[in-house]
């Protein structure tokens, strides 16, 4: 990595050195000393601030040396998860050896993608196409056939090559795709699979007809399909283009394995490991990419460096001798790409699709939403949520309202609407991430209780808001058509009794309920309400708000913690909110309740009295022609809020 980086000083830098084990291929707990293998493991101490200034130093990680198994004899051991010499091109017979590993030790574990919900009997539609190999065109995809999927960055390159309503006709023919002048990512693809001994692949840009809307919509939204049912899906990570070859596919293609002779030892400076080598690559930044890997049960990935084989149970790749039948131990398993679903809650395969689009890259910055409805469907099947289309709208999960609703811009990045899809002339609700530049955070309501330097406050990858009690039931939303609909969202309830230590139990806050009265649908507005517009029951409060003392400020961080402040003098903090730094605030906002968090206590440090789960949910709102605006998310203390007089009011939230 440092040669990318010539203006970097190392002089503080320290190397450590130490050997690391690599696991075992034969015995699945720990094993005895002549079957282990182990690798040298370099790290770098004192690289912090090049880690701020360079965050690929994170990805790089450490560098590792093996022993080529020429020498593994020396040692009175086996072969296992040494290296071996790789070839100028990729070795097509390991590659069947993956596969064949694959379909008989691992069975229904790689068979489909959905290992939880119902049996999974889903086929592709009658209008899905794919390139016939053999005959070179493109074709109706017949039933029940065995195909493989292509995933790769287009990058700019040109309509040339792609199908379209004037070309469809010849591209159904035999022989009808041997003129097109096909990129090398796509020929090399093409190559590779007849060397697989497979017949087709589904290419998007010559299997959607390009030019023509309704073939793109209906495509587009069984992504699901075509990439959680193909046999197997070829990633091309070492490209920037369609132009680009397959490195390995063709001789001359790729790096070259560094291997040098160090006291009559064959040692081997490994390239990155797979979840590395895509963090550092072109295609890892590309949206469209996220799930067509995520929905893919066996990937090959072709690398700059080397061919890597994933599926639902194994990592393989051709430079460690890593292939076994048994529940094998690989250091290679830790080195995994996407899983999906990420766990066996809903909510947190959701909201960890939502984190990893937001931060990729899209031409099309409109096409957020369509680039992660392949994933939304997909949870949809598996969680058992009904239909997606009432499930999921503008790329938030409705079934978990209460849960997706708070989410948080990511503070490097600007509060600032996306440019709308083509033919949308209103714009996408404010409620939404999706209608929002950026990355996109879920983070734990506890977050907002510290001040930590600089943006670290919101860096929670690995938590998620909890809620313990849903104040709004039921929601209403004014679908595409221009109906008030009620949503089918997932009932969290439970009763919770504040203790105080002094003086027994305390009051809690108790939501409005009930169906609202078809007269209160309709704000004083004038007009129809827009499709996407929430309508629900809850009270409402304005608080003072000031920047939390000791946030840096950076022209680079564009949202910060707030404390929300008490009408007492002086003024106390009550809450915090997470608001935006790039407009003129305010000296006080309008707050709206929505749930209870899960945060397990607090503390009233003037009163010296101890409470569980008293804090609550808010969201700071602005009004805007009679309708709400969503300016931010926070916490505001239960007693707090109940004392402030809060005023029960149906919401228009747009």
Known sequence: MLDKFPHVDISGIECRMFTKHCGCLQLATYPRSKFRCYRI????????????????????GALNIHLMQEDAFKFRRPTDLHCRRMKNTVDIKMVKKWIKLCHECH???????????EHDNRKLPGFVRVVDVVLMAVVPAPAGCRYIALSYIWGGIGAEY????????DRGTPGGLNTAKLPDTITDSILFVRQLGERYIWIDTLCIIQDNSQDKFAQIHNMDLVYGLSYLTIIAAGGTTARDPLPGCRPQTRTQQHIEVVQG???????????EALALSAWNTRCWTYQECALSRRRIYFTGQQVFFECQFDVLCEDVIAESKCDSTSFLKYSRAEYFPQSLDSFMSYLTAVRQCTRRNLTVESDIVDALTGVTNALAKAFGLGDPDRAFRYGMM??????SLLWQHHPHTPRTRRSLPDGCSLPWPSWAWATWRGAIDYMSEHRYLVTHPEDAWLVDDFAKPSVVEMFVDPWYIVDHGGTIVQLDVRRVSRRVVLIRETEGEVPTYSSPRGIIDPTEMTPDIHRALDPGTLIFRTTSSHFSIARRRGEESHASIHHGLFDILSGSSPPTWVGTAVLPLDAALPTSLEFIVLSRTGINDGYDIERFEYYHECLLYVMA????????ERVGLGIIHEAVWIASGAEEKVVFLR
């Not at 493991?41 to 790089?60: L, N, Q, S």
């Not at 792609?162 to 006709?169: P, V």
């Not at 709102?621 to 709400?628: A, D, F, K, R």
Request: proline share 5%.
């Open 265 to 275: 030892l064959h040692l081997y400076a490994a390239p990155p490991r797979l979840k």
């Open 41 to 60: 493991h370099v790290t770098m101490e004192g690289i912090e601030d090049i880690w701020k200034r360079y965050p690929a130093f994170r990805i790089a």
């Open 107 to 117: 069975g229904d574990i790689c068979k489909s993608l959905l290992r939880i919900g």
């Open 162 to 169: 792609w199908t379209t309503k004037d070309n469809i006709a």
């Open 398 to 403: 409705l079934t978990d309202l209460h849960h």
């Open 621 to 628: 709102v602005s009004q805007n022609g009679g309708l709400m």
